[in-house]
């Protein structure tokens, strides 16, 4: 299937998918703050530079979308029908890059949660509920 839109059209969309302040990202946060808890964004001191950090329980959150992160098991983590060997190695990198993040965050003593945009569109609660469950099991 051929791309419907010019390759001017299709760079100038592409340039304006951000990397951070996502609404996904924007809507977790409220969730967090008034469930009573208090975070840092984007801590560069960080691997990775987690999206919210709680540092009074040693946690760092993601938010990553189902798509760019390749969400196992959701619709919305499809594989474009054109160039596909380009987005399986795009993909392949994203996964490998999240997995030594996590890694090195955990090296380093923190407590990783991912949260999957799909999850904050079908149930917040249930998000909130997962990250307290977390947190109680992270607290020292």
Known sequence: ??????????????????????????????????????FRLHASSLPGRPDIVLPKYRTAIFVN?????????????????????FW?????????????KSAELRRLGWNVLTVWECELQKSPDSV????????VEAVP
């Open 65 to 85: 979308g189902c798509f760019w992160h390749r969400h196992e098991g959701c619709s919305k983590a499809y594989t474009p029908s054109s160039r596909t060997e």
């Open 88 to 100: 399986t190695t795009k993909f392949d990198a994203t996964v490998a890059r999240d997995a030594k």
């Open 128 to 135: 909130i509920r997962q990250i307290r469950a977390d947190l």
């Open 1 to 38: 299937m051929a791309d419907t839109l010019s390759p001017d059209r299709r760079s100038w969309n592409m340039s304006r998918i951000t990397g951070k302040d996502t609404r996904p990202e924007r809507q977790l946060r409220s969730i967090l703050h008034r469930a009573g808890y208090r």
